[in-house]
Every structure is written in C-alpha cells, then in structure tokens.
C-alpha cells in the first residue's frame, strides 16, 4: 500500500537518575560519597533508507518511545545510556512539527541520518557534588525528561520529471511504454490513484526517473478529485510535462487550467521548465494550431510509439540544459 502521509508520536529516553552512595570498604574508614551519574536518554532518530518508497509502517506504528537511560550506581558507576531509536523512513521524507508547523527534516540523501528529538541528559550522583564546604552530600539529581513531539510525516518522491493531465490523457500509458512502471491502465477516470514511478533509461547507461500522478481537475487545489492529496510530489521534479490528449476541443485552455492548478497549490511550480505533449496522436492525422508562445510542443503515439524518441530526446536536452 502506497502511504505517503502520516501522523506519528515520538517521545526520547529520560535520562536516568543520579545515585545517593558511600564507600562501605573494611579498611576505607571515611571513603565518602561514591555514587556515579544517570545514563543519558535514548535519541530518536531518523535514516534515509532507499529500500523505503512509502510511510506504511509509520503510519500502522503510530508511536515511538527511545529506551531511558540507567540510573547512577555506587563506586562511581555511570549509569547505562538508553539506546537511540533509529526510524528508517524513505528518500523525500519531511517532517513536520505538528505544534508548531515548522519543518524539522528535509530527508532526501540516502543513508542520511538527521536528530528528531535529544535524550534528556542523566542526574548527577551525590559524587558530583562533593566540596570542600559539604564533603558528604546526601543528595543527587534525577535526570532530564525526554522529549515529546507530535509530528507530521510527509513523503514526496524525488523524480526528473513529473506528468501532469486531466483523467485518461494517457499518462499511465506512456511511463509504461518508455519505462519499466507497471501502472493500472484503463478507459475510465482516475484509473491511477497513487503516484508511479518509472526509470528511463537512454544513451550509455544513463537514465532520468519520471512520476504519474493521478488526472488533475479544474479545482484540484482546493481538495477537488484525486490529484489534489498527490501534487506535493511533483515539487521535487525538474521538469513538467504537460500531457492532453489532441483530441480536445480546447487544448490552450485544458493546458491554462493545469498550470493555474499547479500555480494556487505551491509557487514552487512556477520556476519549473514546461514541456506540452499532445497525446493519442494516432487517433488524427492532423495537428491542431496552439498558440502558447515560449512553450514546446510534441506530439506522440503511445500506442505505435510515434514521438517518444523525439519526447525522450527533448527530455534530455532540457534536463541537462539544467543541471
């Protein structure tokens, strides 16, 4: 199951409590305070693991509580600190501090490892605090509570390119056919409900990852059809692709409400290369006027391949104009 946002409790390790002691040693008549310091609280922590491609098993965890540290001993034994509790989550990770809705980790290089919440810091033992003035203290420090945070986890995958279209532009079938993506394709809308991810790959060993979200309507920003909960994950890619089928009545228009859509969702978008592709291109002989001046135009046949060399080409020469 695709889970690409979640809400998850996480709390570190107190730190353990300091120790009251003496030495009780047969030939140590005034051995004095001996007793050893708390263990330090467990961290919590997070890893990138590029294995990962969803949030399921945070989402069905629901809490993560780090070990606490050990208390103090006597003989000046430091007590055992809490083990750090390591959450693996995958590349594109944000987490959010749901009190205060600032981000506490952008989460997007593998094996990467970012601090969520510090384990509290252990008591001091009477040992500690043995002076000139009180060389016999009775006393001793509990140790620092750990920290509490509800947090909000979202994933937004790292593509080069993401497509963007209304229901059944066709979207699915053309990452199936340049990629090894395997997308549910059918003649009805919103067939694709979650994003799919395809790997394609040209020229020597070389190769750009592109995502399908689910169709776009007019609305889409304000909660309306599907696409909505998905357009997070195209704020990561480099390039947008624009697909309509050429079979629509209103191209230029079906093409200016996709973009307004992307534009009220986040103003990341509109500093990002446009690429329009009219899809289904074997269904016409004849390509219809578009007026859209500075923006480039392929027209493709999924079906019998036409254009999809050229569209990876231009693909290519866009993304590494880019880098």
């Not at 989402?59 to 070990?67: D, H, L, M, Q, T």
């Not at 290089?109 to 384990?119: D, P, Q, V, W, Y």
């Not at 509570?145 to 937004?156: D, F, Q, W, Y």
Request: proline share 5%; net charge positive.
């Amino acid at each position: 199951m695709f889970v690409d946002w979640t809400k998850v409790n996480v709390k570190s390790g107190n730190g353990g409590s300091g120790c009251v002691a003496f030495r009780r040693e047969k030939h140590v008549p005034k051995g004095g305070p001996s007793g050893g310091d708390g263990g330090k609280g467990g961290d919590i922590i997070f890893e990138v693991d590029s294995n990962l491609f969803t949030l399921q098993d945070i989402k069905y965890r629901k809490s993560y509580k780090a070990p606490n540290g050990g208390p103090g001993q006597g003989s000046r034994k430091t007590g055992q600190d809490g083990q750090s509790l390591i959450i693996k989550v995958p590349p594109g990770t944000v987490v959010i501090d749901e009190a205060t809705h600032e981000v506490v980790a952008d989460l997007t290089e593998t094996g990467s490892r970012t601090l969520i919440a510090e384990g509290g810091k252990g008591g001091k033992g009477n040992a500690s605090f043995a002076r000139a003035t009180n060389r016999t203290p009775r006393f001793s420090q509990a140790g620092q509570p750990g920290v509490e945070k509800r947090l909000i986890i979202e994933l937004k995958v790292i593509s080069d390119v993401g497509l963007v279209g209304f229901p059944n532009a066709g979207k699915s079938t053309l990452i199936s056919k340049i990629s090894a993506a395997t997308p549910k394709i059918a003649d009805y809308p919103f067939t694709t409900l979650t994003p799919h991810l395809g790997i394609v790959k040209y020229g020597n060993y070389r190769s750009f990852i592109m995502a399908d979200i689910p169709g776009l309507i007019k609305g889409a920003h304000a909660g309306k059809g599907l696409g909505y909960r998905f357009l997070r994950h195209l704020e990561r890619t480099r390039l947008l692709i624009f697909l309509i089928d050429i079979s629509s009545d209103d191209i230029v228009g079906q093409y200016h409400t996709l973009n307004a859509e992307l534009d009220r969702y986040s103003p990341v978008f509109r500093g990002k290369p446009r690429l329009l592709v009219l899809s289904k291109g074997d269904l016409t002989d004849q390509v219809p006027g578009i007026d859209l001046p500075g923006i480039n135009i392929l027209t493709i046949s999924a079906v019998n391949g036409g254009g999809l060399e050229d569209l990876i080409q231009r693909i290519v020469q866009i993304l590494e104009s880019d880098v």
